[in-house]
C-alpha cells in the first residue's frame, strides 16, 4: 500500500506529532502491521494495523473485548500507583470522528492504531529464563482479569473446545473430501486419537457439570507476545490481545508448553527428534504458579499435566481434520504435510503421556512448597 494512503488512514485517528515516517514493523502472520514514527519529543511513535477479517469476521467484538480487558488493566494499574501505563498496558486510540478505535475503509477494510511501546523488546528464542518470565507474564494477566466484570465474546467459536475438534474429525471422515481416510497411516493415527478420546475431553464434561469455571484467557500464548525492557530484565506486559476470550485456563498453560518444550518444530518429520522438554515445562509451571495461584481452584491446578498432553493431541486432531478436507485451512509444502504435523503431534502428545507421572510428580511438589 502506498505511504500516502498508509498515512491518509493514520489521520483518521486521535494522533499527537507529526508524521514523518511509515514502514512495516514484526513479522506477524495475521494482521498486516507498520510502525508510524512521529516528530518531536514528547510524543509517542504509533502502530497502525489492519485487521484479518478472514480470521476475525467480527472485528467489533474483537475490539470490545480489548476495551474491557485493557481497561480493567489500567484500573488495577493506576489503583497500585502505576505511572507508566504505556509500558505496562496497550492503548488504542479513538478515531477523530467517534470513540470506535477502528476506522473502516469503503471495500471494508478494518483499520485500528494503538501507541508504540518503545524501550523494549521481543523474544523469540526459549529457554529457562524466558519460559519462566512467560508464566509469570501469561499467569500475572490471567490473575489481572481474574475479576474482569461482565463476559467477554468468544472471538473464535470453539477454538479450543476438544469435543467440537473431534466431531470436526468425525465429519471429515465421514465427508472423506480429498479421498485419503482409508490411507492405513490415517487409519492407524484415528485409531490412536479415538482410544483417547473419552479422556481428553474430560474438561468439557466438568464444564457443563458446573466444576470447571471459563477464565479471561489470552489464547495464543507464545513467548513473542510479550514485552519486555531493552534490559532483558523485566516483565512489561503481554501483547497481541484478538484472541482474548472466555476459556479454560489450560488454553493458556497448555498451548505455550505444545510449542515451548517440543525439542522439534511441529512439521518435523524425523520423529525421533521428538521429545519433551522438562526445563521448560519446569520453569514455565513455576512462573505460572507462582502468579496464578491466588485465583486458581484446587482441580485447576491438579489438572495442569491433563492440559500439557491436552494441546499436542488436540492439535494432532486438527491437522488430521485439514489433511482428510483437503488442506484446506493450513498452507502446505507437500501433499502429506498436514499428516505428517498431525503424526508430530500425537507423537509429542505420547512422550508427555510417558512423562506423566513426572510431570504429576513436579506440579504436586510446587504445591507443598506453596
Known sequence: MKLSQLEFIVRKFSISGNIVGIRPLGEGLINDTYLVVTEGDGYPDYVLQRVNTKVFPNVEMVMRNIAAVTGHIRKKLMAQGETDLRHHVLEFLPTVEDTSRLYVESDGNFWRVMVFIDHAVTKQEVNEASARAAGLAFGHFQAMLADLPGQLDETIKNFHNMEFRIEQLKQACIEDRAGR????????????????????????????????????????????????????????????????????????????????????????????????????????????????????????????????????????????????????????????????????????AKRIEEEMTKIRAFITSLQQHS
Open 181 to 348: 481416510f482409508d490411507e492405513p497411516a490415517v487409519q492407524r493415527l484415528l485409531e490412536e486419537l479415538g482410544s483417547r478420546a473419552e479422556s481428553m475431553t474430560l474438561a468439557e464434561r466438568l464444564g457443563r457439570e458446573g466444576k470447571l469455571p471459563k477464565r479471561v484467557c489470552h489464547c495464543d500464548t507464545k513467548v513473542n507476545n510479550i514485552m519486555f525492557t531493552e534490559d532483558d530484565k523485566d516483565v512489561l506486559c503481554v501483547i497481541d490481545l484478538d484472541t482474548v476470550m472466555p476459556s479454560f485456563v489450560f488454553s493458556d498453560y497448555g498451548d505455550f508448553l505444545r510449542t515451548a518444550a517440543s525439542t522439534a518444530p511441529e512439521d518435523e518429520a524425523d520423529f525421533s527428534k521428538i521429545h519433551f522438554r522438562h526445563d521448560v515445562f519446569q520453569a514455565f509451571t513455576e512462573g505460572y504458579l507462582k502468579s496464578a495461584q491466588s485465583f486458581l481452584t484446587l482441580r485447576e491446578i491438579q489438572m495442569l499435566p491433563y492440559a500439557v498432553e491436552l494441546f499436542p493431541y488436540m492439535q494432532s486432531v486438527r491437522f488430521l481434520w485439514d489433511y482428510l478436507n483437503g488442506d484446506e485451512y493450513w498452507k502446505v509444502k507437500y501433499p502429506s504435510h498436514n499428516l505428517v504435523r498431525a503424526q508430530n503431534q500425537f507423537v509429542l
